[in-house]
Each structure stands twice: as structure tokens, then as C-alpha cells.
């Protein structure tokens, strides 16, 4: 008889244990569910062959095949600023590859024929972070992706590029572009390349080397009028010799105003004035007398001054002049030779030669006179246009004796 409540005790107990176990049971049914993604659903896709086993297999199958590799490799720092960044793919082709600095800019570049690499179109810049963002696919069309952040070098020696015509400026038709380096440049092709000039309309547009330090830019023949020169001075980071790299990142643009050539003939003394094509005024003119001749050749104005001091000691003629008020005064080469007023020259302007190389038009001392020939042309020249001397016994000017080019043909410019 008491073994009943015994009994009974026992099977209490089991039933609680029971209750226990099955609560249990349940919650790890829930769970798996839970990560199985949803009861009754997924009990349905087992029985028709379409479980959660098959899912996994097939996302896993999904995963591109295709590897993507970046060099620099992500994080490096004091990078080369031009050969060591590249993008390749493996077991697939690039579709897409983006650099950007920190402001946003993209790294002009571009993907290979084949898809199998990236490389940038041009020098990165110094002490620059870049962050680049490469996708690839393999031949079922799945993608891989990659990311990276790199830092290039702090250059500890620089160079920089004096240009002229100024930005915003309006220039004559002869006028090039022109950069003189504060470094010889060992690497002419590399900082060549970082100079990037578009013109609106276009025209063709050359650079040309004189020496190791000076580039200038001009098109074939003279700027048509009108033209509106943009010039992308992008030589921040590229190495122009070994060890020394451009700090410049500049956009310079300046607009080619009304065409004026003017003709100075030694021979007959006079200088024809030429305004889109037709002569304006006809000046008597003295040049350079025997022995001190005027250069032949096309020459550009690239300085104007009201008034300038000429001494002979300057340009090797000591003690044969000291003007301290020389008037209206322009250059046309390096070397010295101006195209200037004169008011000493008496009746030599149209009758004989006596300057020492320069070009001298009638003036009045003090430059105060505005019908006086000197003051006319100085008032109607600007930076830029051309002065073009003929029939004089001298030889033609040399191209890099200021500037130009002009003298020197299309062909031996561009080679």
C-alpha cells in the first residue's frame, strides 16, 4: 500500500522532468529555425529537395572567382609619385577601378585590352592620400571588389615653373607659353606630359624644349584672334630629375586679342603697321647702323615700360650710351634689342640708320607728346605682337633670344 504514493511521487517527478526536457527541445527547434530562416517553410523546402543544405552550397558556388590586387599594398606611405601604383585581376577582367584624392578628384587611368590591369595616366601628386576602389568579374559574371588607402612621398627638394603671359591676361597673336624651370630638368618627356593646353577654338598646340630649363608652347603658325587659351600646369609630384619634383598645381588661361603684325624694313627705314591684316599706319623708322645691325626675323613684344634706362655697358657696348628717360620702350629679345621712342635721333627717322640694334620711332623726352610716333605705337602694341625686320645685313634671330620661336619651323619645333 505505500507503494502507491512512492510510485506516485516518482512519477511527478518524471513528468516535471519531461515538461523540462521538451521546453528545452522546442527552444532549440526555435532556434535553428530562427537561423534556418523560418519554420514551416523551410520543413517544406526538405521535403521537396530544397533545403537550407542546397542554399548554403549554392550561395557558396556563387563567390567570384576572380582576385583582385592593388599595389601599393593598403596603408603603405611615402609612395613613389609615379610607377608604383597599379590594379590587376586574376581569374577575371576589371570593370571598374576609381583613385581619388582627398578633394574627390579621379586619377584619370584606364583598363587594359584584356582586363588584366589598371594603370594611372599620369604622375600622382606629393604628400597626397589616395584611396582606390577596384571591381573585377570572372567569367560567369560574379564580382569581387577590393579597397585600399595609400600615402605618397614628401619630396625634399623642389621645383617650380616661372610662365608667362599672366593668368587673365590679353596677348597678341605671337605669343607662346612659355615656363622657365628653377631646376635643369633631366626628365624633359615626364614634365612635357604634366602640362596640359587646350584652346577654344582648337588648334594644335606644341611644346618645344630650349635647354633644360625653358618649354615653351606655340601652335604652327600665330594664334588667330579671339582664341582663348586654357593651360593645366599639373606638375605637383612629377619627378624632373632624380630626386627633385614640381610643387605646381595651377590652371592659367589668357585670350589672344586683335592680330597686329607690324614690318619694320632696314632698308627702306619705315615699319608698316598691320591690323587683322590691314595696314593702319605707315612709321619712318631707324635701326641699328653698320656694324650694330638689327636683327632680322619675327620678334615678339614681351615687356612694355613708359620709361627705361639704356646703358651700353648692359649689352656690351661700354661707354657708348647712358639714357637714363628712354621712352616707350618694348622688348623684343633677351639680348637687349627694344623697339623704343627717341627724341635725340634727330633727323635720322626715315633717312638713315644710327642706333645700336634697337628700332627707334620719333618721341619727345618725357614720353608727353601722344601724336609723337613712339607714344602711338606704344599706345596701340600690347604684349604679345609681333614686330617682324627685314632687308637689315644682320642674321635672323635666334628662336630662344626672348621670345621667338617664331623663327624656327613647324618641323625642327615639334622634333
Not at 20 to 42: E, I, P, Q, S
Not at 174 to 188: N, V
Not at 265 to 288: C, E, F, N, S, W
Request: aromatic content about 6%.
Amino acid at each position: 500500500m505505500n507503494v502507491g504514493p512512492i510510485s506516485g511521487a516518482s512519477v511527478g517527478a518524471r513528468r516535471r522532468g519531461g515538461r523540462k526536457l521538451a521546453a528545452l527541445a522546442l527552444g532549440l527547434a526555435l532556434a535553428v529555425t530562427a537561423c534556418g530562416g523560418g519554420g514551416a517553410d523551410a520543413g517544406a523546402g526538405q521535403d521537396d529537395g530544397k533545403g537550407k543544405g542546397k542554399d548554403s552550397a549554392a550561395a557558396q558556388s556563387q563567390q567570384s572567382e576572380a582576385v583582385v590586387a592593388i599595389a601599393p599594398e593598403d596603408g603603405a606611405e611615402s609612395v613613389k609619385t609615379s610607377g608604383a601604383l597599379k590594379v590587376t585581376a586574376s581569374k577575371g577582367k576589371l570593370t571598374e577601378v576609381v583613385v581619388k584624392n582627398p578633394d574627390g578628384d579621379p586619377v584619370e587611368g584606364a583598363i587594359s585590352g584584356d582586363g588584366a590591369t589598371w594603370t594611372p595616366a599620369t604622375h600622382l601628386a606629393a604628400s597626397t592620400k589616395y584611396t582606390v576602389h577596384a571591381v573585377a568579374k570572372d567569367s560567369e559574371g560574379r564580382t569581387a571588389a577590393e579597397d585600399s588607402t595609400f600615402t605618397t612621398l614628401t619630396p625634399k627638394n623642389t621645383f617650380v615653373g616661372h610662365f608667362t603671359p599672366e593668368d587673365g591676361s590679353e596677348v597678341g597673336v605671337g605669343m607662346p607659353f612659355s615656363l622657365r624651370f628653377t631646376r635643369g630638368i633631366t626628365h624633359p618627356d615626364d614634365v612635357e606630359k604634366a602640362v596640359r593646353i587646350t584652346t577654344e577654338p582648337p588648334v594644335e598646340v606644341e611644346g618645344h624644349w630650349f635647354g633644360n630649363d625653358r618649354l615653351d608652347f606655340r601652335p604652327e603658325t600665330y594664334w588667330k584672334a579671339g582664341t582663348k587659351v586654357t593651360v593645366d600646369l599639373n606638375l605637383d609630384g612629377v619627378e624632373g630629375r632624380e630626386g627633385v619634383y614640381g610643387k605646381q598645381s595651377k590652371k592659367v588661361s589668357f585670350t589672344i586679342g586683335r592680330s597686329q603684325v607690324s614690318v619694320v624694313d632696314a632698308k627702306k627705314l619705315t615699319m608698316k603697321v598691320q591690323r587683322d591684316g590691314k595696314v593702319i599706319k605707315t612709321i619712318p623708322v631707324t635701326t641699328g647702323k653698320a656694324g650694330m645691325e638689327t636683327w632680322n626675323g619675327q620678334m615678339v613684344i614681351s615687356e612694355r615700360l613708359k620709361v627705361t634706362r639704356m646703358n651700353g655697358e648692359t649689352v656690351g657696348y661700354g661707354g657708348e650710351y647712358d639714357i637714363k628717360d628712354v621712352p616707350h620702350a618694348m622688348r623684343l629679345t633677351t639680348s637687349g634689342t627694344f623697339l623704343h621712342g627717341n627724341y635725340w635721333g634727330g633727323d635720322a627717322f626715315g633717312n638713315y640708320n644710327a642706333s645700336h640694334g634697337c628700332i627707334g620711332l620719333r618721341d619727345v623726352r618725357g614720353g608727353w607728346d601722344k601724336k609723337a610716333p613712339g607714344a602711338w605705337f606704344f599706345e596701340n602694341s600690347m604684349i604679345g605682337d609681333v614686330v617682324v625686320v627685314k632687308n637689315s645685313d644682320d642674321a635672323v634671330v635666334a628662336p630662344d633670344n626672348g621670345l621667338n620661336g617664331w623663327n624656327m619651323s613647324w618641323e625642327k619645333w615639334k622634333a
